[in-house]
């Protein structure tokens, strides 16, 4: 189980040596924007300068995925995630989706 929240983007951790893959886990979410923050946005966007609405948005759905993405680990008695990477897309107009995804592994010993 993973009990310090083990996450790497590396795929071979030194002094670790894995003794089972146990597969694909993931987590997900998809976020939409709030009207307001939708405004404030096409401001921005005449003015220039950062979306802070949006920078705050995309982190708690970055924070969100991740999150999932070490339950689905947990699941499986996963010790740790290597090869961590997050995905964003448009769904759908004002709404994007964040995937948090990696390998889940047992480490020896």
């Excluded at 590396?10 to 089972?20: A, C, D, L, V, Y």
């Excluded at 921005?44 to 705050?56: D, F």
């Excluded at 339950?71 to 997050?86: H, K, P």
């Amino acid at each position: 189980m993973i009990t310090r929240r083990e996450l790497y983007t590396i795929e071979h951790i030194p002094g670790r040596e894995i003794s089972e893959v146990l597969g694909y886990v993931k987590g997900s979410i998809v976020q939409t924007k709030h009207i307001g923050k939708d405004v404030a946005a096409g401001v921005k966007k005449l003015v220039g300068g950062e979306i802070r609405g949006y920078s705050e948005m995309m982190s708690e759905a970055r924070a969100i995925a991740t999150e999932r993405l070490l339950q689905d680990a947990e699941s499986l008695g996963a010790d740790a995630v290597i090869g961590f990477r997050l995905q964003t897309s448009s769904v759908l107009g004002g709404a994007a989706e964040i995937i948090a995804y990696g390998t889940a592994v047992k480490f020896k010993g």
